[in-house]
């Protein structure tokens, strides 16, 4: 079936730093990808998202390309802020039904 | 922006009581669900439905019901809460096709003593 692993945090990052938080996939057609990110006390807000191979996805200086060979979406920003501090998603749909969420990844970043 | 909201926001209850948390967007989603989330973050989806009348289980096995009679409208309810119960829940909602994302309420956060 349908699955997404993500890197186990915490991560904590001094504030300018290179982020990356590594994401796979295993589904069995063509699944929509995207990056959630919860901020602390609140629901999840989309971040960003790629529909098909070799989209990038892009919003507030965060990135993710869709790599089909490597069924890979990593998050990518290439310098982090305080308020990037909070939990990150990554999830897939398939068929337009359910989605499937990897486990959060918690960034904490330090001035 | 997304308009799916959710009450209470916060909510302490002794063991027993029912309690229904309510949650309504006004996007004309026709999917929606709900999500319990447990202190490790982990997301688990409990209900979710396609439309009116039609209401399913999710993965985790949940001692809630649920009901959709109106396309905006998807309340969850706990018939007789215990403190397994508490958690944090997530309402969504979203458009049909294939590449529509999910849109999240800000949460209800439910504290059983």
């Known amino acids: 079936g349908d699955s997404v692993t993500q890197m186990e945090g915490p991560v904590t990052l001094s504030e300018e730093a290179f982020l990356t938080i590594n994401c796979t996939y295993t589904?069995?057609?063509?699944?929509?990808l995207f990056w959630y990110v919860q901020y602390p006390g609140e629901g999840l807000q989309l971040l960003l998202k790629a529909t098909k191979a070799d989209d990038k996805g892009s919003n507030k200086g965060f990135e993710a390309t869709y790599r089909k060979e490597t069924t890979s979406f990593h998050l990518e920003k290439g310098s982090v802020q305080v308020s990037d501090s909070a939990v990150y998603f990554c999830a897939l749909s398939e068929a337009g039904n359910q989605f499937y969420f990897g486990t959060g990844t918690s960034l904490t970043v330090i001035p | 922006e997304a308009d799916i909201y959710q009450t209470p926001r916060y909510l302490v209850i002794g063991t027993g009581k029912k309690i229904t948390l309510e949650c309504s967007q006004t996007m004309g989603h026709d999917k929606m669900y709900w999500y319990q989330q447990d202190p490790g973050m982990e997301l688990h989806l409990i209900h979710y439905?396609?439309?009116?009348?039609?209401?399913e289980k999710g993965d985790l096995s949940s001692e809630s019901t649920v009901s959709r009679i109106r396309t905006e409208h998807f309340p969850l309810t706990l018939e007789s809460a215990r403190p397994s119960h508490t958690s944090q829940y997530l309402c969504?909602?979203?458009?049909?096709?294939?590449?529509?994302?999910?849109?999240f309420g800000e949460g209800s956060r439910l504290t059983v003593l």
């Open positions: 439905s396609y439309g009116v009348n039609s209401t």
């Open positions: 969504a909602s979203r458009r049909a096709g294939d590449t529509g994302e999910l849109f």
């Open positions: 589904a069995t057609g063509y699944p929509s």
